[in-house]
């Protein structure tokens, strides 16, 4: 008798304990649903962050939902890995436009926003950066990290100087487009030799000068190149050219060119279409 009574204390405290056991699991799991519908678990803390900060850098012009959902996955043109939760996509163009309360031309021209690249240095999974069609002025800034960025569009602002070393670093780089700014140095390509993987290099409508750098040889990825609306002066020499066997797509018009369209078209196997002030550049 008395040792049946003491396995029922026991059982009974073991039954005890494993209630208790579950009662606790179950506040744990409704804490930890609660906690992620307070403070979300979606985008990295430092990726909130740096997209406020991008936010305020552009007068606070964004997307409404910008700011209402603590994750940024949640948030109008981002786009996270759905298994990472990591911002893969960010397309950023056309804000002005787009967001802010009775734009206007005169009004958009006023405008000064300040691009500092290096806010995204925390993306660490970022694959495609779209900032076009912004007001965006001054300097082309300097940028780390983005290793596995793809696709980086700077196109139509209004940014100066030349093209910034860093870019370089971006060896995951397939389109560069820098075109419709006010780049307005001598063409230099230096800092892009490491961009191996480097399929489309959009330049065109801005203010450079000289002639086609020899470092585009290095580019031997590039299937689209457009220099055109610029103010190349040079002589036209395709030499730089000849090693870019993939290479479908060539704009040169609209430029200052002397002397004759050059027999180095001819290594350009893979050359569809070829552009250029033949009035200036004559012989075809």
Same mark, same amino acid.
């Given at each position: 008798?008395?040792?049946?009574?003491?396995?029922?204390?026991?059982?009974?405290?073991?039954? $005890?304990?494993?209630?208790?056991? $579950?009662?606790?699991?179950?506040?744990?799991?409704?804490?930890?649903?609660?906690?992620?519908?307070?403070?979300?678990?979606?985008?990295?803390? /430092?990726?909130? /962050?740096?997209?406020? /900060?991008?936010?305020?850098?552009?007068?606070?012009?964004?997307?409404?939902?910008? !700011?209402?959902?603590?994750?940024?996955?949640?948030?109008? $043109?981002?786009?996270?890995?759905?298994?990472?939760?990591?911002?893969?996509?960010?397309?950023?163009?056309?804000?002005?436009?787009?967001?802010?309360?009775?734009?206007?031309?005169?009004? @958009?021209?006023?405008?000064?926003?300040?691009?500092?690249?290096?806010?995204?240095?925390?993306?660490?999974?970022?694959?495609?950066?779209?900032?076009?069609?912004?007001?965006?002025?001054?300097?082309?800034?300097?940028?780390? !990290?983005?290793?596995?960025? &793809?696709?980086?569009?700077?196109?139509?602002?209004?940014?100066?100087?030349?093209?910034?070393?860093?870019?370089? @670093?971006?060896?995951?780089?397939?389109?560069?487009?820098?075109?419709?700014?006010?780049?307005?140095?001598?063409?230099?390509?230096?800092?892009?030799? !490491?961009?191996?993987?480097?399929?489309?290099?959009?330049?065109?409508?801005?203010?450079?000068?000289?002639?086609?750098?020899?470092?585009?040889?290095?580019?031997?990825?590039?299937?689209?190149?457009?220099?055109?609306?610029?103010?190349?002066?040079?002589?036209?020499?395709?030499?730089?050219?000849?090693?870019?066997?993939?290479?479908?797509?060539?704009?040169?018009?609209?430029?200052?060119?002397?002397?004759?369209?050059?027999?180095?078209?001819?290594?350009?196997?893979?050359?569809?279409?070829?552009?250029? $002030?033949?009035? /200036?550049? &004559?012989?075809?």
């Amino acid at each position: 008798m008395g040792l049946y009574y003491h396995h029922s204390i026991n059982d009974g405290f073991s039954r $005890r304990a494993l209630i208790i056991m $579950r009662i606790t699991l179950l506040i744990v799991i409704i804490s930890m649903i609660m906690l992620s519908s307070k403070f979300g678990v979606g985008c990295p803390v /430092e990726e909130y /962050e740096a997209l406020l /900060e991008f936010k305020a850098s552009c007068n606070g012009t964004s997307p409404p939902s910008w !700011g209402k959902h603590s994750d940024c996955c949640l948030w109008e $043109r981002v786009i996270c890995n759905n298994n990472t939760k990591q911002v893969s996509e960010l397309h950023l163009h056309d804000l002005f436009w787009s967001y802010y309360p009775e734009g206007n031309w005169n009004l @958009y021209e006023a405008q000064s926003w300040h691009l500092n690249l290096s806010i995204f240095s925390s993306f660490r999974e970022l694959r495609h950066l779209d900032l076009s069609f912004n007001p965006f002025t001054g300097l082309l800034s300097s940028t780390t !990290g983005l290793k596995k960025l &793809k696709v980086l569009d700077l196109s139509d602002n209004q940014l100066t100087g030349e093209i910034p070393t860093s870019l370089g @670093y971006l060896t995951s780089l397939e389109v560069l487009n820098l075109g419709l700014n006010e780049l307005n140095a001598s063409l230099s390509l230096k800092a892009l030799v !490491g961009l191996k993987k480097l399929k489309v290099l959009d330049l065109s409508e801005n203010q450079f000068t000289g002639e086609i750098p020899m470092s585009l040889g290095y580019l031997t990825s590039l299937e689209v190149l457009n220099l055109g609306l610029n103010e190349l002066n040079a002589s036209l020499s395709l030499k730089a050219l000849v090693g870019l066997k993939k290479l479908k797509v060539l704009d040169l018009s609209e430029n200052q060119f002397t002397g004759e369209n050059p027999l180095s078209l001819g290594y350009l196997t893979s050359l569809k279409v070829f552009l250029s $002030r033949i009035e /200036e550049a &004559k012989g075809a």
